[in-house]
């Protein structure tokens, strides 16, 4: 079974773009300590180390290590790393994308360290203790601070044993940067794919069963991930009636709730009331208490949310069933309450870093409701660059720095020449000013090789 494994993981990784029979740079050293005194948890194992290590002794950094038994009982398939911590992988220990990646491989008999640079903690006793693993106890125990992630394996053999050990190949591949071609990144496709199943979302019927259980809410997510366009299909789904308005850095009471305006209509100088868009929809709401009455607030974080929203800040409370506490909107018009029949869509814009913080009180009030970026089913959808700027997000963004991924209306175009313009003069921009503000550096690389060979600019010309 040993051996049997043992040649499964070498096919996988030339599946995976390895090249074990090259004269120089092999993709890696391949170790196996699985005699019969080994076997007997004394320390037996097999995988992949790093190609500049030595083939025995002590060794560096990260690793494909699985412990084997030949006792019919479970394995351990393990991302570790060497007795002898970090010489080159350090700073790949840190990237996101890592334990991104490996978190998705395991289950509730899995373990992922929290930090794959960390070569101080040792592993739960959910592993240690595990009365599935007593029998390797011992050999676990050696390299317990050096195994950030690791998978029990009930049979090697059996097709969900293969499936999972195939995977920690394809992330090790990953990881190690083994694939040259696309047979390559599909056969590690293939091999994770079980693992990283994406969710086929209806956002709209999401967003529209939220607005039934909290009525005001906050669609937030990075730029093109179609927020606005989400908010009025939901409006439209449920078939209400919609009043829209957009939050700019001057935006005020008086634009949104109520304020006087110049009559401009005569020769002398003269006011007259205005409603803002919030009073409009909330007394269409109160004198037509049969229709569904929804106002979205397009990018509600570009305003002073204190100003702009004044008194009516406390009505937003969707389970306020009474209130003796009577705010007036405009003259001759005070509501204690708002009407069940009125809700509020808002819309925010991850990616500006410029913009109001929202305080934790209207946070309190709204529900928040995250849209991100997803590769669609349309004919005019570049599939292929979107994903390649994906990867590069999810491999290095820092949980913060996903915020900023260009949402798929970045890679919708009708002519392969539009594309490349979107990417010249609307991606690239973006990306480079991430950059210069101190963003996303340890991509700056893989942005700037993605930017050379798709359109021929370079991000430090």
Request: glycine share 6%; hydrophobic share 35%.
């Amino acid at each position: 079974m040993i051996e049997n494994t043992l040649d499964f993981i070498q096919d996988c990784a030339i599946k995976f773009g390895a090249k074990p029979e090259a004269e120089f740079n092999k993709p890696y050293v391949l170790r196996k300590n699985t005699g019969t005194d080994a076997l007997k948890d004394n320390g037996a194992y097999f995988g992949f180390i790093h190609s500049e290590e030595e083939s025995s002794g002590p060794f560096h950094d990260f690793s494909l290590t699985i412990f084997p038994n030949d006792q019919g009982k479970p394995w351990l398939v393990c991302l570790g790393i060497g007795s002898n911590g970090f010489k080159n992988d350090y700073e790949l220990a840190t990237y996101p994308g890592i334990r991104r990646l490996f978190s998705k491989l395991i289950n509730e008999r899995g373990f992922c360290k929290s930090d794959f640079s960390d070569i101080e903690t040792s592993l739960p006793k959910s592993i240690t203790g595990s009365p599935d693993l007593q029998h390797i106890k011992n050999s676990i125990k050696t390299y317990t601070k050096v195994l950030p992630t690791c998978q029990i394996v009930d049979d090697p053999e059996s097709e969900k044993g293969k499936q999972i050990i195939a995977a920690f190949v394809a992330g090790y591949a990953k990881l190690r940067d083994w694939p040259s071609n696309k047979d390559h990144r599909k056969a590690i496709s293939e091999a994770l794919e079980p693992f990283l199943k994406i969710e086929t979302i209806d956002e709209t019927e999401g967003v529209k069963n939220l607005l039934n259980e909290r009525k005001y809410i906050v669609l937030q997510g990075p730029p093109g991930t179609g927020k606005t366009r989400t908010a009025k299909g939901v409006a439209e789904k449920i078939g209400a009636k919609t009043f829209f308005t957009q939050f700019h850095a001057e935006t005020s009471f008086s634009d949104f709730i109520f304020g006087i305006r110049p009559d401009t209509a005569n020769d002398e100088l003269r006011y007259k009331e205005n409603l803002g868009s919030f009073s409009e929809a909330l007394k269409y709401a109160i004198d037509h208490n049969n229709e569904k009455v929804i106002l979205i607030i397009d990018e509600i974080n570009r305003a002073n949310l204190s100003n702009v929203l004044g008194p009516i800040f406390y009505l937003f409370e969707h389970k306020m069933d009474v209130s003796n506490v009577e705010i007036e909107i405009a003259p001759n018009f005070k509501v204690k309450k708002l009407p069940d029949n009125f809700s509020v869509i808002a819309t925010m814009n991850t990616a500006d870093r410029s913009l109001a913080v929202v305080d934790f009180a209207l946070r309190r009030r709204f529900a928040w409701y995250t849209i991100k970026p997803k590769a669609i089913k349309l004919k005019q959808f570049f599939n292929e660059d979107f994903s390649r700027i994906q990867e590069i997000f999810d491999w290095y963004a820092s949980s913060t720095e996903l915020n900023l991924q260009p949402g798929q209306g970045y890679f919708i175009a009708d002519s392969e020449n539009e594309m490349k313009n979107r990417i010249r003069f609307e991606i690239f921009p973006l990306i480079k000013e991430y950059l210069q503000e101190g963003l996303l550096r340890n991509a700056k690389e893989e942005f700037n090789n993605y930017f050379s060979t798709r359109i021929n600019l370079s991000l430090f010309e």
